[in-house]
């Protein structure tokens, strides 16, 4: 999936840099996005509801100049986990929907992604698997040089 601008189409990111959504801020949090979003060189300080006590930048389309989220870059402890992490406002996405070819709003999808520990799992399983092929192939290897040293003393 991709992200766009809903302006203009710009492409802002892909599901490779999201991380999930906030739900209270009806946005996309994402750890990457493309050169296509400039942040401001302006802060702002947050007056009230989700962003009160926040500072933050606004991020805006570099094709339209169409403000599509905010950076934030201080917060209350309760935010302190999307602190540098982007935020684009579902409201002015679209996304690309690779498997169907189709465009649709962001606000029509939600973001949640598996949980960490399942991830981590899953990586110690294949790493397992890794190791276990590795000592098999050293194990292989051990032998044919006991069988090589073996003929050469024989003959």
Do not use: W
């Not at 302006?7 to 493309?34: A, H, P, W, Y």
């Not at 400039?38 to 300080?45: F, I, Q, T």
């Not at 989700?50 to 905010?70: D, F, L, T, W």
């Not at 917060?75 to 540098?84: C, E, G, V």
């Amino acid at each position: 999936m991709t992200l766009h601008c809903q302006q203009c189409n710009t492409v802002l990111g892909d599901s490779l840099g999201v991380c999930g959504e906030i739900k209270c801020m009806d946005s996309i949090l994402c750890l990457r996005v493309t050169d296509d979003v400039v942040v401001s060189d302006n802060k702002e300080l947050g007056q009230k509801g989700e962003m009160a006590n926040c500072i933050y930048s606004s991020i805006k389309c570099r094709g339209c100049r169409s403000p599509v989220g905010k950076v934030i870059h201080s917060s209350p402890s309760h935010l302190a986990m999307i602190r540098s992490i982007f935020l684009l406002y579902k409201a002015n996405v679209s996304c690309y929907i690779l498997t169907s070819s189709s465009m649709v709003n962001a606000s029509t999808l939600t973001f949640d992604l598996r949980g960490f520990t399942h991830s981590m799992s899953e990586v110690r399983q294949q790493f397992e698997a890794q190791l276990d092929q590795m000592s098999h192939i050293k194990s292989r290897l051990a032998d044919r040089s006991v069988n090589s040293q073996l003929s050469v003393n024989r003959s």
